[in-house]
């Protein structure tokens, strides 16, 4: 076992240098790349985020050395600021579950590489309505066309634009307290647009609106 050591511990240690200098090679470039990529990636993501009615949101890419992994020898940390004069801070520290909801759906339809990878989206209608929540909708129903997406809502501009529709129903009634998930079919989903409108089922105006909802997806 030891005929040839010598010998063989020199041809690791010349492998070991030639890889060391492969992967810092190879690191530089993922760093170049990645600084390259931010400043368009940090526009894209406010100009989503306008959009989706974070009109004076922030978007930053933080990138710092660290020691090389898998990934590269770069620390990459997004960073957000909510409102105007509050400072950048990492996306995990200061946005609310709303924020962080539209700041992902923002990044995915910017970078959206066809995952097939399913996303879940909850609270992401949280203080929008009107023509805004009709954006987030249609964000949504464009990432659909790539993977699946499940979205909780309390808003018919969002609902409208799914392809399959669930009711979600809590009953405290019960011991323990029980939630219910419905499909609903086509006549079900019209009826539950009406009472998201806040409107009775037979207000014939809010029938109307709910169907043109459905109808400008159609």
Excluded: Y
Excluded at 62 to 72: F, I
Excluded at 197 to 214: F, N, P, V
């Amino acid at each position: 076992e030891l005929l040839g050591a010598e010998v063989a511990m020199e041809e690791a240690a010349a492998a070991l240098t030639e890889a060391t200098a492969r992967r810092a090679l190879l690191a530089a470039e993922i760093a170049e790349a990645r600084r390259d990529a931010a400043p368009g990636l940090e526009t894209e993501v406010a100009r989503r985020l306008e959009a989706l009615a974070m009109p004076d949101a922030g978007f930053a890419v933080s990138l710092t050395s660290s020691e090389p992994g898998p990934d590269g020898a770069d620390h990459v940390e997004f960073l957000l600021a909510p409102n105007p004069g509050v400072p950048a801070t990492a996306l995990g520290e200061t946005a609310s579950g709303g924020e962080l909801s539209r700041v992902m759906l923002a990044l995915l339809t910017a970078v959206n590489t066809g995952s097939s990878a399913a996303l879940v989206f909850d609270e992401i209608d949280a203080g929008i309505g009107g023509r805004t929540a009709s954006a987030v909708g249609e964000q949504l129903r464009a990432l659909s066309s790539s993977r699946q997406v499940l979205c909780i809502t309390h808003l018919p501009q969002v609902a409208a634009q799914a392809d399959r529709h669930f009711s979600i129903a809590k009953d405290t009634s019960a011991e323990p307290a029980r939630t219910t998930v419905t499909a609903l079919e086509s006549g079900a989903v019209e009826a539950e647009l009406v009472r998201m409108l806040g409107s009775a089922d037979d207000d014939l105006a809010a029938r109307r609106h709910a169907r043109e909802l459905r109808k400008a997806v159609a």
